[in-house]
């Protein structure tokens, strides 16, 4: 499983569609996603204390099946370029089909506005 961030809005968007393209798709050639432990980073750092932000927990086997391809590459590092020795984080080279997402999470702030993985996906 991996996860992917958006708001419930984009969410909404989405399932007109049937598939999550965000600007990163057209931007870089990927949908960011992560893993539960490190689903915090990017949360923290896209949307800081927002309330309206959800996990879509995602099946790779279903994505593999749906002919998307899935790569684990460095994450960004703090000068910007690519951080071989920080996490890795999955990319989604194609739009995220909403047929390969099996669960849908609110994320929740804690009190000083950072975040932790839901309890159902924190393993």
Do not use: K, N
């Not at 996860?3 to 968007?13: D, G, K, S, V």
């Not at 980073?41 to 204390?49: E, R, T, V």
């Amino acid at each position: 499983m991996i996860l992917h961030l958006c708001t419930a809005a984009q969410l909404e968007a989405a399932r007109a569609d049937g598939a999550r393209r965000p600007p990163s798709l057209d931007e870089v050639g990927f949908v960011h996603c992560s893993d539960p432990g490190t689903v915090h980073l990017p949360a923290g750092y896209l949307f800081p204390g927002r309330t309206d932000v959800v996990v879509l927990a995602v099946d790779t086997d279903r994505l593999a099946a749906l002919g998307v391809a899935v790569r684990w590459e460095p994450g960004v590092g703090p000068q910007g370029g690519e951080d071989p020795r920080g996490p890795w984080f999955p990319h989604v080279y194609g739009p995220l089909p909403l047929d390969a997402v099996v669960a849908v999470h609110p994320l929740v702030p804690q009190p000083d506005g950072t975040f932790r993985p839901p309890p159902e996906i924190a393993g």
